[in-house]
Nanobody, 127 residues
């Protein structure tokens, strides 16, 4: 059983920064691509970013390009999301997820292509 545990959320002023972490259990973490999604109140969950198993390829939603950076440390079984220049519209619960081993396509933005999810961490950006 895979467990994903997010941390690092909090309350920050607009323009500020946070770094989210997602710690994964299991010895196969380095074999899987990982993604970050977020869900704002009253809205559907939306894709934020995705990183390949070795960290060489990253992919971002247009809404966050240039402000957010995804990275991973396979030795620590951890994936990170650096959030810079935060805006009130970034307020959401942020979730990390493991891309399914059965999915080999390139539509990284669909939640259905991820099979394990963390419980989420709240990010609140005040104006």
């Amino acid at each position: 059983q895979v467990q994903l545990v997010e941390s690092g959320g909090g309350l920050v002023q607009a323009g500020g920064s946070l770094r989210l972490s997602c710690a994964a259990s299991g010895r196969t973490f380095s074999s899987y691509a990982m993604g970050w999604f977020r869900q704002a109140p009253g809205k559907e969950r939306e894709f934020v970013s995705r990183i390949s198993w070795n960290g060489e390829n990253t992919y971002y939603a247009d809404s966050v390009k240039g402000r957010l950076t995804i990275s991973r440390d396979n030795a620590k079984n951890t994936v990170y999301l650096q959030l810079n220049s935060l805006k009130p519209e970034d307020t959401a619960v942020y979730y990390c997820a493991r891309q399914s081993a059965f999915y080999s396509g390139s539509d990284y933005s669909k939640a259905v292509n991820y099979d394990y999810w963390g419980q989420g961490t709240q990010v609140t950006v005040s104006s």
